[in-house]
């Protein structure tokens, strides 16, 4: 039995936006994760599958800020994604045609650049918007989406990932009994059924990479049901563990062992470990989108590190203009840690980002040179030397 965490009085308002919606449009935060593409697939195609047989007219499309990982392209549906940087107008139509916008694994709309804007701009008091996210809400939704005709949010950051509250929305529509729902039946094979093998496949690899594999954030039972309905559904999760973390180029293991013995420093008054890496450095390496993809995760597998801390530099995206400052490079800044030991204070209050306890980012607009003086001049003060 799965807990019931999402208020049903909301639930049942989800429902009412799915049985009225013709134009769909399903939009995941930038440099989309695996918890990004699997809470925005898993969505796409549990609706698809529940609501094409009632609906000749729906038209459904996932829009990514910009492209997702090699890794990541085998994921049911991935292919069919609309990618904002080189389809703006394609995608630009849709949103305007849109009567429900739903965002997953996000809630901030500055997260994606000129998409948010769109997004913002196109909001008229005709559109439904419903969010499911994990990210501590540190702005008002409310305020932010003043112009949906309806907001409907699951944002509950205490649960490890989007992909997952996808699935409990999805249990919860199944459980439901009133006449607005689009399933009334309760026994457990109904509600797999509402649930196809791709939605599964593509949840499960939102839990699995939002939790490295289980191995943080996933110490409660629940989580191993829902795992058990996902295998049960189909999912074979071995073949997902290989095709997401069996990938790597050869280029990619020659960097992580570059940036393990020629560049990781260690501070061990504060348990803590520094990776950065220049524009030049990843050229060297044939760098490609999703390289540095669990570089951070490394140096915490060393017994003394608690606090793990990963710079490299990036261009300025033609959409993040206006945050930059006039500067043409940026830092992507990836902090981990282990325990109760937060870094989403440092990476708000020192690189303007946030995130979750154990894993949170920001950004520097500006060299690398100054992001990691900035870093060194205010680890101490946030970093526990316990
Ligand atoms: P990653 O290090 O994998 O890029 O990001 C880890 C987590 O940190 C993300 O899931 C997200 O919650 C958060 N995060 C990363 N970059 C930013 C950022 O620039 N702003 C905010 N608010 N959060 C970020
Ligand atoms: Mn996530």
């Known amino acids: 039995m799965i807990s019931s965490i999402l208020s049903s009085k909301e639930v049942e308002k989800a429902a009412s ?35 094409n047989f009632k609906l000749s007219t729906l038209n459904l499309k996932v829009i990514v800020p910009n492209a997702f990982p090699s890794f990541l392209a085998w994921m049911p549906g991935a292919e069919e994604d609309l990618v904002y940087e080189s389809q703006s107008q394609e995608a630009d139509a849709l949103i305007e045609a849109a009567d429900l916008i739903i965002l997953t694994d996000f809630h901030e709309p500055k997260r994606i650049g000129s998409l948010g804007d769109k997004i913002l701009a196109t909001l008229n008091g005709t559109q439904n918007v419903l969010i499911v996210d994990h990210h501590l809400a540190t702005t008002d939704v409310k305020v932010t989406f003043a112009k949906a005709k309806e907001l409907v949010t699951f944002i509950e950051s205490g649960s490890p990932s989007a992909s997952e509250l996808v699935y ?18 309760t026994t457990l094979n109904s509600k797999l059924s509402t649930l196809n093998l791709e939605a599964a496949r593509c949840l499960y690899t939102g839990m699995m990479t939002d939790t490295g594999n289980f191995s943080f954030n996933s110490n409660y039972p ?25 990938q790597y180029s050869a280029d990619r293991m020659r960097l992580m062992g570059y ?16 990776i950065y890496l ?46 930059a400052n006039g500067s043409k490079i940026k830092v992507k800044i990836s902090l981990r840690s282990q325990g109760d030991r937060p870094v989403n204070v440092l990476a708000h209050e020192v690189f303007g ?18 992001a990691v003086q900035k870093f060194l001049d205010n680890y101490q003060s946030y970093f526990k030397p316990t």
């Open 17 to 51: 936006f799915f049985e009225s919606a013709r134009n769909i449009v399903i939009v995941t935060h930038m440099s989309p994760d695996g918890d990004a593409m699997g809470s925005s697939l898993g969505m796409k195609h549990y609706l698809q599958s529940t609501l």
């Open 222 to 246: 629940e989580m191993y049901e829902i795992v058990g309905q996902l295998v049960a559904a189909g999912v074979n999760k071995d073949e997902i563990y290989n095709k997401v973390f069996n």
């Open 278 to 323: 220049s524009r030049k450095e990843l050229y060297r390496f044939n760098f490609q989108s999703g390289d540095a993809e669990g570089l951070v995760n490394l140096p915490l597998q060393i017994s003394d590190v608690y606090y793990s801390v990963f710079m490299r530099e990036d261009k300025v995206n033609p959409s993040e203009i206006n945050l």
């Open 168 to 185: 409990r929305l999805i249990y919860q529509l199944s459980t439901l009994n009133s006449q607005t729902t689009l399933n009334s039946q």
């Open 259 to 274: 940036c393990l013995y020629n560049k990781m420093r260690l501070f061990p008054e504060h348990h803590t470990a520094l």
């Open 353 to 370: 980002g946030g995130g979750h306890k154990n894993a949170s980012g920001g950004e520097y607009y500006g060299p690398l040179s100054e």
